[in-house]
């Protein structure tokens, strides 16, 4: 199942062999942790200790770029609209802090089997089955969350090449709409997959 959707990159390393729910718990808390940062400083020790994370885990950059270019193209104008209503320290605090987690979650996803993180997070919520909540199903809805990532990358991929192709490269609009078009269409496509399944509620 990792292997279809792409991300997972096997390997030996430390962080591959640690546990899915340990790295996951590690990604929890550093969320909660990002809304103490308040220095650009603290966000580039943040970025180094990632770059020195994906050096460990073995992860080519080409691969880490590659999954952060569809983020890119919206945190640089979070980055110069923050830059313009109120200082520039600010914007690189709030896209710096984006950017890590977003490099976080990927090198956990590139460094665990989506099997594994499934039934970590099935485990995790398994007490709440007595107060309704269905473990396998809230697997099922990460494990869809994980099979859209390179769904959209590709979408990605290709709205930016229809962009160069027709001359609009800055046109943050022009990449937007086009990828928010494709999304939702996916997401119709897989209900109605999901609902001739009988899993529509």
Do not use: C
Not at 165 to 188: C, Q
């Amino acid at each position: 199942m990792s292997a279809a959707i792409g991300l997972y990159r096997p390997g030996t390393s430390l962080l591959h062999r640690a546990p899915a729910g340990l790295k996951l718990a590690a990604l929890v808390a550093a969320g909660v942790a990002s809304l103490a940062v308040r220095a650009p400083w603290e966000v580039a020790a943040v970025l180094v200790g990632l770059a020195l994370g994906y050096a460990l885990a073995r992860i080519p950059v080409a691969v880490a770029a590659r999954l952060l270019r569809p983020v890119l193209f919206l945190l640089v104008p979070l980055a110069v609209f923050h830059a313009i209503v109120t200082t520039w320290q600010h914007a690189v605090v709030v896209v710096g802090v984006i950017l890590a987690l977003v490099l976080l979650a990927n090198l956990v996803t590139l460094t665990t089997r989506s099997s594994d993180l499934i039934d970590a997070v099935v485990w995790v919520v398994r007490p709440l089955r007595r107060v309704g909540v269905d473990p396998e199903r809230v697997g099922l809805l990460m494990h869809l969350g994980i099979r859209s990532v390179p769904v959209v990358i590709e979408l990605a991929e290709r709205v930016r090449d229809a962009q160069r192709a027709r001359g609009l490269t800055t046109s943050v609009r022009a990449f937007a709409v086009p990828l928010l078009v494709g999304a939702l269409r996916h997401a119709d496509a897989l209900g109605d997959a999901l609902a001739a399944r009988g899993l529509d509620d």
